[in-house]
């Protein structure tokens, strides 16, 4: 089992500071949701941990099959060539390439590359619509689809650790219930340890077995259930108005 | 009775449709060329949007490389200029190395980075001037000299093998773009390069690979501009205008766009030439470059810009 | 220093110039001086565009040729004064200007480039092709004897052009701290914030491409009776082309003296090197010294210079 751990954090963007001081953990097996509404820093924390974004202070450890790495400071390409793999904000998909060409891709790493055709073959198990549109341009499909063809392509890479940001974004209510649910099953049968940001609370709670919520780039509150998130008098007054 | 006769025979020619035909086949083959020489751009440019304005200089070098062996060794021009494929490979590799750390990183890409291609264009020329003299060169080959022909239409094989030659140039990076990883992460780049590294690729190596080939493609385009004409170092300038504006109408990622607008302007001009007056040759390029670019931004097949 | 104290320093210049030159007697000074100033007039119009907002102009011949080649037109047929020549060369190129501005400067700025390329390479073939300015054979224009106050013609020509550099140097200087050089630069930085913040991003640009092109026109108009002889492989060298480039990227883009210091420099340089070494091989130095510059000091010897004094 794969786990991330963050100790104090802290990055930004030039002189602005996003996330200061930051501390949370995955462990092996969970589903940790990392709540907070737009401008936050959740993203921040996905890009530091992906490494598109180098942290000012503070350490990212990441365990992978018993080995720890120090990520803060390492490559994109050596962060996922260790297994990490995240689901971008926006999909981020080729669009002027096929369905099949986009998975084909996500599996660039040596590692996925070996077990392609079998992850291929999963993929379209997993998400038959992605195998009917096997030789469709990813640019010509719905908001739905695109997010599976996404969550497809980060299969592809046989992840460890999967980061997914902000999966509900421009998808309808129902089509967002189906990507949460995936999710869920895609971890279960991978036995992933799963980061997820999402500004949908009440969606993310259905599959999250832990969670943060952060304001102003700070961890304001830690929950160890999601029962205890649902009580929690902060989140009432933030999402629910109360 | 004799008069009549004249007079038909008058209309006759007027009709005749073989000059014209000619001109056509001609104009094909001469497209066919142009294109080996906007594969470099539509790679470089209309995938990577590095506006490589040196590539014909490149070729022009590719040219005179080819003279050399070809008049020393006697080595055929087509086998010289894919001899010369790894050395120019390695430097459009370094090339683009320079021009990532100088201008790409910095986000200065365009007043910069124009003038730095536009320098090394000339810096190019220059030094091939001095290193080969301004005159002008050619090589000699079994098929320079020879022509085919069937049904009144004369195919000079100094056109035809250049023309076969670039044909199969860009049917085999077409597969390769298609179907290898390598290639598919070369399209993929110019689509969202972020994305791409969140797949464990490095775009700036990517990148390099794809310059590199863009590159190499001027050491066979070169070989084969001194087949169909003779060449003296400042003629990479008439291709300027004939690469981009064959990468541009045809569309900016699509290869096959790029070999039919070639093909289009290799009639115009050969029509043109003919039939009125040559030296506006290189200026029709232009002419076909400038309204696409103001009217129809998309080209025939590809992308928009 | 205001603007009008400027100006008035230009003008004093000029009238000291004019006095020293009274007293030289050697023609090759006016002949030499006139090329550099030629150079910093020229280097000067291509940065109003090039430096200040940002988009290369590589086919600056066609505007400096299109000022040559009317002022042989214009002399042909009713033998015009000079400052009626650069006038209309000046007016001429500043409406080529204006065209090609609204054709391309709505494009990317790589497409404007190349589209300047073309207009070059075609406006070479339209001269090369006409036969009443000599066409590819070229043109013999007949230099007067004298100048209108007694001395050479040659020095009267290295007068008009010390004139011409004067004003358009103290002009770019007045736009460069005007709203329009805040505005030009504002288009260099970030051309989409720019035009989201209102700046009138099309109606700046085309004013800076005509006053580049007229005042490059105006550079060419007396070029052929300095030459004597004018056909279109010499007024369309690449060599304008690129000094015309490489002077202000190796002076500065950003100011106005960039361009004059880069035009000074490099004229030096190449007469050395086409002395010591060999004619052919000044080209490549500038070249060299271009793209040198371009890589490692992309703010020119200006730039070069603050940073010293920042450092300091």
């Not at chain 1, 991330?4 to 001081?21: C, F, K, N, P, T």
């Not at chain 2, 094909?28 to 304005?53: E, T």
């Not at chain 3, 700046?199 to 105006?218: D, E, I, N, Q, Y």
């Not at chain 3, 002077?247 to 340089?269: E, H, K, Q, S």
Request: aromatic letters at 8%; a neutral charge; charged letters at 15%.
């Amino acid at each position: 089992m794969s786990s991330l751990v963050l100790s104090d954090l802290s990055a930004g963007y030039g002189r602005v500071r996003v996330i200061e001081g930051l501390s949370m953990e995955a462990k092996g097996g969970e589903t940790v949701a990392l709540l907070g509404t737009n401008g936050n820093g959740k993203s921040t924390v996905m890009r530091c941990i992906m490494g598109l974004l180098t942290p000012s202070a503070g350490s990212i450890k990441a365990v992978i099959d018993g080995t720890a790495y120090e990520l803060a400071g390492m490559s994109t390409e050596d962060i996922v060539s260790l297994g990490i793999v995240m689901v971008p904000e926006g999909r981020r998909l080729f669009p002027r390439l096929t369905v099949q060409e986009n998975l084909t891709l996500g599996a660039s790493r040596r590692l996925a590359r070996k077990v392609l055709s079998r992850n291929m073959e999963f993929c379209f198990e997993a998400f038959p619509r992605l195998k009917e549109r096997r030789s469709q341009l990813a640019g010509s499909m719905s908001g739905g689809e695109q997010q599976m063809l996404a969550l497809g392509r980060a299969l592809m890479t046989e992840p460890r650790i999967l980061l997914v940001d902000e999966p509900s974004v421009g998808l309808a209510p129902l089509l967002v219930k189906r990507t949460i649910e995936k999710i869920k099953e895609l971890k279960d049968e991978r036995q992933l340890t799963v980061l997820m940001a999402e500004q949908n609370f009440h969606q993310a709670l259905t599959i999250a077995d832990r969670g943060y919520v952060i304001v102003h780039g700070q961890i304001v509150f830690a929950g160890n259930s999601a029962e205890e998130l649902n009580n929690n008098e902060l989140i009432q007054k933030f999402y629910m108005g109360l | 009775m004799l008069a009549k006769n004249r007079v038909r025979e008058d209309a006759q020619d007027m009709l005749d449709p073989l000059p014209l035909l000619n001109a056509v086949a001609a104009g094909v083959m001469l497209g066919g060329f142009y294109a080996a020489v906007a594969l470099g751009i539509a790679i470089a440019f209309g995938l990577l949007d590095i506006p490589n304005l040196s590539h014909p200089a490149f070729v022009v070098a590719g040219a005179f490389t080819t003279w050399q062996l070809n008049s020393r060794l006697g080595l055929d021009p087509v086998a010289a200029g894919v001899v010369m494929v790894p050395l120019f490979f390695l430097l459009g590799l370094l090339i683009y190395r320079l021009y990532h750390v100088c201008f790409e990183r910095r986000g200065e890409a365009s007043l910069q980075g124009l003038a730095f291609f536009f320098g090394l264009l000339f810096i190019t020329e220059v030094a091939l001037v001095l290193a080969a003299g301004a005159d002008y060169r050619s090589v000699t080959a079994p098929y320079i000299g020879t022509s085919l022909s069937f049904a009144g239409i004369t195919l000079p094989e100094r056109m035809l093998v250049p023309f076969v030659v670039s044909l199969a140039m860009i049917a085999l990076l077409h597969q390769f773009l298609l179907r290898s990883f390598t290639g598919r992460a070369i399209q993929a780049v110019s689509q969202d390069q972020t994305a791409l590294r969140l797949m464990g690729v490095g775009p700036t190596r990517i990148k390099s690979l794809a310059f590199g080939l863009a590159t190499a493609t001027a050491a066979i385009a070169g070989s084969l501009l001194i087949i169909v004409q003779p060449v003296e170092p400042s003629i990479g300038r008439d291709f300027i205008g004939r690469a981009f504006a064959a990468v541009v109408l045809g569309g900016m990622g699509s290869f096959y766009g790029m070999l039919l607008a070639s093909i289009i302007l290799g009639i115009t001009e050969s029509i043109i030439s003919d039939m009125w007056n040559p030296s506006w040759a290189p200026a029709i390029a232009f002419g076909f470059l400038l309204p696409t670019l103001a009217f129809r931004s998309s080209g025939l097949l590809g992308r928009r810009l | 220093m205001s603007n009008a104290a400027f100006a008035a320093l230009m003008a004093a210049l000029v009238v000291v110039l004019w006095l020293a030159g009274r007293l030289v007697s050697n023609e090759y000074v006016f002949f030499a001086g006139y090329a550099v100033l030629q150079y910093i007039l020229l280097a000067t119009a291509w940065n109003l565009l090039g430096g200040y907002a940002g988009y290369v102009n590589f086919g600056s011949a066609a505007f400096f040729a299109l000022g040559a080649y009317l002022s042989v037109a214009l002399h042909k047929l009713v033998e015009a004064p000079l400052p009626v020549l650069i006038l209309a060369g000046g007016l001429a190129s500043g409406a080529l200007g204006l065209v090609m501005g609204y054709l391309t400067l709505k494009l990317r700025g790589v497409f404007f480039s190349i589209a300047t390329l073309a207009l070059a390479i075609v406006f070479q073939a339209v001269i090369t092709n006409w036969e009443f300015v000599g066409g590819a054979s070229g043109a013999y224009v007949l230099r007067p004897a004298e100048g209108p106050w007694g001395g050479s013609y040659v020095e009267y020509l290295f007068y008009v052009m010390m004139v011409m550099a004067a004003a358009a140097v103290a002009l770019a200087r007045i736009i460069e701290r005007s709203n329009i050089g805040y505005g030009l630069a504002a288009i260099r930085d970030d051309e989409l914030a720019a035009e989201t913040s209102g700046v009138p991003t099309l109606r700046l640009k085309v004013l800076a491409t005509v006053l580049s092109g007229a005042l490059m026109g105006m550079a060419g108009a007396p070029l052929p009776f300095y030459v004597a002889y004018l056909d279109p492989p010499s007024a369309f060298n690449l060599s304008y082309a690129v000094n015309t480039i490489a002077m202000p990227l190796v002076g500065g883009t950003r100011t106005w003296i960039g361009p004059v210091i880069g035009a000074v420099l490099l004229t030096a340089v190449q007469e050395t090197a086409m002395v010591t070494i060999s004619s052919a091989s000044n080209l490549l130095l500038v070249g060299l010294l271009m793209v040198a510059f371009i890589t490692l000091a992309p703010n020119g010897i200006v730039g070069l210079v603050a940073d010293l004094r920042r450092r300091r």
